[in-house]
C-alpha cells in the first residue's frame, strides 16, 4: 500500500480518537500533538507530512465524522468534536474483536469490542497494519450487519 494511505489512517484515528477521549467537549486539535513537531521549511511554510494530516483532519470533517469551528493557521482546527456519525462508528462493536472464553465482566468486554479501544491498542503498539485495517471498518457504513453497541 501507499505510505501516504498508511500515514492518513494512522493520522485519521490519532485524530479522532483524540476528540473521543474529551467527548463530548470541543477541543483544538494540534497536528503537533498527533505527529510530532516538523520544523517549517525555509519560507515557513508547513512540511508535507504535516500539511497531510490537517488534509487528514480536514478531510474527516467534510466527510462528517467531526465538526469544528475554524483552523488555528496551518496547526490546528479549533473547537472540534465528534459528530454523531464519528461517535457512533468509534463505539460500535468489532465483531471477533475478543477472544473466546476470555473471563470478563460485561462492561469491559463491551468496552474492549468498541473500534475505539481497538484503535488505541493498535496506535499505542505502533501496529501498523492492524490501523489501516481498522481505519477501513472505521469508514465502512456498516460491519457485515453488526449493530452499534450505543
Not at 41 to 57: I, K, V
Not at 115 to 123: D, G, N, S, T
Request: charged share 25%.
Amino acid at each position: 500500500m501507499d505510505l501516504q494511505i498508511d500515514e492518513f489512517y494512522k493520522d485519521a484515528a490519532a485524530g479522532l480518537l483524540s476528540l473521543y477521549l474529551v467527548f463530548p467537549r470541543k477541543a483544538a486539535l494540534y497536528v503537533e500533538d498527533l505527529i510530532g513537531r516538523e520544523e517549517p521549511d525555509e519560507f515557513g511554510l508547513p512540511t508535507p507530512r504535516h500539511q497531510s494530516c490537517l488534509g487528514a483532519l480536514l478531510w474527516l470533517a467534510e466527510e462528517g465524522y467531526i465538526r469544528f469551528d475554524s483552523t488555528i493557521g496551518y496547526d490546528a482546527l479549533d473547537q472540534a468534536v465528534l459528530s454523531e456519525k464519528g461517535f457512533l462508528r468509534l463505539t460500535r462493536a468489532i465483531p471477533h474483536a475478543l477472544r473466546e472464553g476470555e473471563a470478563l465482566p460485561p462492561s469491559v468486554r463491551r468496552v474492549h469490542a468498541t473500534l475505539a479501544f481497538q484503535l488505541r491498542e493498535a496506535l499505542g503498539q505502533r501496529h501498523g497494519e492492524r490501523i489501516s485495517r481498522l481505519s477501513r471498518l472505521l469508514f465502512e457504513s456498516s460491519l457485515n450487519g453488526a449493530s452499534d453497541i450505543v
